[in-house]
Antibody, heavy 123, light 112 residues
Framework: EVQLVESGGGLVQPGGSLRLSCAAS????????MNWVRQAPGKGLEWVSY????????YYADSVKGRFTISRDNAKNSLYLQMNSLRAEDTAVYYC????????????????WGQGTLVTVSS | QSALTQPRSVSGSPGQSVTISCTGT?????????VSWYQQHPGKAPKLMIY???KRPSGVPDRFSGSKSGNTASLTISGLQAEDEADYYC????????????FGGGTKLTVL
């Protein structure tokens, strides 16, 4: 059974940092691209970042570029999101999601999601 | 403001059919056959319901179907059941480094 379990969320002051983790199990983690998707309270879904299976390709949404860093450790079956210079508008539930991609690296859909971890940015 | 436009809410009675639209541009929905739909119940993670415009993952009832015409994709749910009441989000590949994937704003489905 595929499982994705996020951790690391919490309350942080504006300008602070936080590192999220996503522990994967039930599939060959090193064979899949991974993503972070967030959802502000009462709002819709927003794609945040993508990392390919080998970490060779990484993308970020404009809203987080330069502040967030996605990474993975295939030996530990883990995905990470380092979040720096946090702002109030980064307050959201952060989901890790497994991406299905074509041979050309196009993500077609997210087939498994974790339960999410809440990040609250407030003084 | 979300990149893809969905109606805020739709409703239907048990047994009826409803359709949720998702309008984008030629750079996303209209440019690729990579539209997916997600169901989200309150406090839960999103669940994949449709991918590649019209394909259903294993375990998703065939009451759920997807289609696309031009820049607009649609999710149709037939034979509405109480458990279908949820938020639904469309999603499309968008092809650029910082706009890799875009979502719709979500549609609240109410089963009357």
């Amino acid at each position: 059974e595929v499982q994705l379990v996020e951790s690391g969320g919490g309350l942080v002051q504006p300008g602070g940092s936080l590192r999220l983790s996503c522990a994967a199990s039930g599939f060959t983690f090193s064979s899949y691209s991974m993503n972070w998707v967030r959802q502000a309270p009462g709002k819709g879904l927003e794609w945040v970042s993508y990392i390919s299976s080998s970490s060779s390709t990484i993308y970020y949404a404009d809203s987080v570029k330069g502040r967030f860093t996605i990474s993975r450790d295939n030996a530990k079956n883990s995905l990470y999101l380092q979040m720096n210079s946090l702002r109030a508008e980064d307050t959201a539930v952060y989901y890790c999601a497994r991406g299905h991609i074509t041979i050309f690296g196009v993500v077609t859909h997210f087939d498994y999601w974790g339960q999410g971890t809440l990040v609250t940015v407030s003084s | 403001q979300s990149a893809l436009t969905q109606p805020r809410s739709v409703s239907g009675s048990p047994g009826q059919s409803v359709t949720i639209s998702c309008t984008g541009t030629s750079s996303d929905v209209g440019g690729y056959n990579y539209v997916s739909w997600y169901q989200q119940h309150p406090g839960k993670a999103p669940k994949l319901m449709i991918y590649d415009v019209s394909k259903r993952p294993s375990g998703v009832p065939d009451r759920f179907s997807g289609s696309k015409s031009g820049n607009t994709a649609s999710l149709t749910i037939s034979g509405l059941q109480a458990e279908d009441e949820a938020d639904y989000y469309c999603c499309s590949y968008a092809g650029s480094y910082t706009k890799y994937v875009v979502f719709g704003g979500g549609t609240k489905l109410t089963v009357l």
